[in-house]
């Protein structure tokens, strides 16, 4: 599968017959440093700076051969002792371990040679480009960031009035990986911090804060056969349970009577919910933000009274919860968790408290074994034993560089974290007997999420129409977190940050339905300020449409089913670029396409603009046939109708579930 073809001073490695290492003394592929970074963290949020004091390239000395083992040999003047870097193939995917030995050497630069016209894709979740060539992104989880574009108001606004603003790289779910039109991925196994830049159209370049690396590629003809062998590498999500997939989670809040009579008003009004998920079940707090909640993980029985026995009720619904890895000074899990010496510490070997928003909080260190576990316990017997079957897993980003953990820095440890969560979660589900009936889903992410995590949602969307915060964002993020690896997305229905005078109304909580009907799991969330936002139970017209789309979603289950199978068993996301099936397609790779392929036969074009009675769209080569009137097209720019209730959506002709879209026409009129 690959081949290293060497020369005087240079060589070339080539994996499936593709170029994808390439070395000589004008194109070095190596580099080392040394540099100083900074790092300060505001409530989540972080500004990061680096001075790269001293940056050379490195000499190829050769190679060292033993079988199948191959080693090839960097040295440079200013380098005491060489760089060795050892390539080994596993399963058809090449692993390059490489260390440079000496100790004063802090950062590493890698460099992939880069193709005129080649797209570039992945680098974890990613909300405002699709396309990655052209940009640098920081692999570090933090907070999204509200408007998350630096020529916008909503921007300004946050990141003047709480440092918030965000840009286009700022996500909850980095990832060091890439994937290349060319038809290979590239993944960095390292867990420090790191940068994807795509600037140079002559090489793709990772730059990594340490002295070791291990970078795998893979090579395949496909991106089909691509996402396969990275989700082997990274892991897969398991299937979820059918009643995940039908009708829409209804997200309520306020106490027992409210909950269970707003439930009865939807289903009253013809929704079908197959779940309920109650975020502040554990109580509540206000802020300036908002509604926030009380981070003390027990359930709170002035709020919710009886609770346990309407769960227990009806078996038919599922109630989910919420928890983070956070604890509320001066609650009881606090007082414990304190006691046990369970959290991250400071330099001084002080608990370190921090800000999460106007009450402080201490971090569950989840490197120390003890701490983990006990830690699962609070999810198995707080949540679990209430009778969830499901719940928010939220945060994991906000580990600070200079934090103390049993198994290391916060630098070293920060950008692992959400991968520590979610394995936490996982094993509290495992060891309970519930895989494939508990549905826990995160908002932050790491590599090897994927193999812990049950579902990743979007985060904290503005209730807006924009493209880099608000709905159409999150079609981007589906599809470059699908083509990182990670399969299942959805997102909060109408967003969910509501400040500087956003409000969410009727038209954009109806087409953000719509648009995640054709999405694995329809979620509700009444938003950081519900009173300001309309609500799927606000009226009985919000409520008749959302009616509609929770029968439609029901109707689409087995082909949900199916294409979810497909993720679990191959790592295909059930959420793909148009591209996917034909990597020679140009007009496919446009992000302003706002369009995705949901499975092998379903093309998805939802509407993105207020006000819109019709949108323009790309459809891919073949044959495709208008869900809604049954217009059979061609491919290539169209414009249709696009009244609300009928987004515009289209089926491959005579694909294998035909004969269900056609009932789906006949009855959804």
Not at 393 to 419: R, T
Not at 481 to 491: K, P
Request: glycine share 10%; hydrophobic share 40%; with cysteine.
């Amino acid at each position: 599968m690959w081949k290293l073809d060497e020369a005087a001073n240079a060589f070339t490695i080539t994996l499936g017959g593709k170029t994808l290492l390439r070395h000589s003394p004008e194109e070095p592929m190596l580099f080392a440093g040394k540099g100083e970074e900074h790092i300060e963290m505001y409530r989540g949020n972080f500004d990061i700076t680096d001075r790269v004091s001293e940056r050379f390239a490195l000499h190829f000395a050769g190679t060292e051969r033993d079988g199948e083992r191959c080693v090839l040999r960097f040295d440079h003047p200013c380098l005491a002792g060489e760089c060795r870097v050892e390539v080994e193939e596993k399963k058809g995917l090449l692993f390059l371990n490489g260390a440079v030995e000496d100790m004063a050497v802090n950062r590493l630069f890698l460099r992939l040679p880069a193709e005129k016209g080649e797209h570039v894709m992945g680098g974890g979740e990613q909300f405002s480009c699709l396309d990655l060539r052209g940009r640098l992104f920081p692999i570090w989880t933090r907070e999204q960031g509200v408007g998350r574009n630096k020529l916008t108001e909503i921007t300004r606004l946050a990141e003047l009035n709480d440092r918030a603003g965000g840009d286009y790289h700022t996500t909850f779910f980095p990832q060091p990986t890439f994937v290349s039109s060319r038809l290979y991925f590239a993944h960095l196994m390292n867990e420090e911090y790191a940068e994807l830049d795509f600037r140079d159209v002559r090489f793709h370049e990772i730059a990594l804060w340490a002295r070791r690396f291990t970078l795998v590629l893979g090579a395949a003809e496909s991106y089909r056969a691509l996402l396969e062998g990275l989700t082997g590498l990274l892991g897969r999500q398991p299937m979820l349970p059918d009643w995940a997939m039908r009708g829409i989670w209804l997200g309520a809040q306020g106490g027992t009577e409210r909950v269970t009579g707003l439930l009865e008003k939807c289903r009253v009004g013809g929704v079908e919910i197959p779940a309920v998920w109650i975020q502040d079940w554990e109580g509540k707090r206000i802020t300036s933000f908002g509604k926030r909640l009380q981070w003390d993980w027990r359930w709170n029985r002035e709020m919710y009274p009886g609770l346990d026995a309407v769960i227990a009720s009806d078996p038919e619904t599922k109630w989910m919860g919420y928890i983070n890895p956070y604890l509320v000074e001066g609650g009881v899990l606090f007082r414990e968790a304190k006691e046990k010496g369970y959290f991250v510490k400071n330099r001084l070997g002080e608990d370190y408290l921090f800000d999460f928003g106007e009450y402080d909080c201490g971090v569950v260190d989840l490197t120390m074994p003890e701490a983990f576990e006990w830690y699962k316990n609070v999810i198995k017997e707080n949540l679990i034993g209430l009778g969830f079957r499901g719940w928010m897993a939220d945060f994991g980003e906000y580990l600070p560089a200079d934090a103390v953990c049993y198994g290391g820095s916060g630098m070293e440890k920060h950008n692992a974290w959400p991968m520590l969560w979610a394995k936490c979660n996982r094993e509290a589900v495992e060891e309970s007997g519930l895989v494939g009936e508990c549905v826990f889903f995160m908002r932050s992410g790491a590599a090897g999420s994927g193999r812990y995590s049950t579902l990743l949602w979007a985060g904290d969307q503005n209730v807006d129409w924009s493209e880099d915060d608000g709905l159409p964002s999150v079609v981007t993020a589906a599809i470059s977190a699908g083509m990182s690896g990670f399969g299942l997305h959805c997102s909060d229905a109408g967003g969910y940050t509501t400040l500087y005078g956003m409000k969410r109304d009727r038209e954009l909580l109806l087409r953000w339905l719509e648009f995640a009907c054709f999405t694995p799991v329809i979620r509700t969330h009444e938003g950081n300020r519900p009173d300001d936002n309309v609500q799927m139970y606000s009226d009985e017209t919000v409520i008749a449409g959302a009616a509609r789309i929770a029968r439609l979603h029901s109707a689409l289950l087995p082909y949900l089913r199916a294409c979810v199978a497909q993720n679990a068993a191959k790592g295909t996301p059930v959420m793909r670029p148009l591209f996917f099936d034909d990597p020679s397609d140009e007009r496919a790779y446009e992000r302003d396409n706002f369009s995705y392929l949901l499975g092998d036969e379903l093309l998805v074009a939802p509407v993105v603009k207020p006000g819109a009675e019709t949108r323009t769209l790309y459809l891919p080569k073949g044959g495709w046939v208008h869900l809604w009137s049954g217009e059979c097209c061609a491919g290539g720019e169209i414009t249709v109708a696009a009244p609300m209730g009928f987004p515009p959506v289209f089926y491959r002709a005579g694909g294998a579930n035909e004969a269900l879209f056609r009932e789906l026409r006949k009855d959804f009129q």
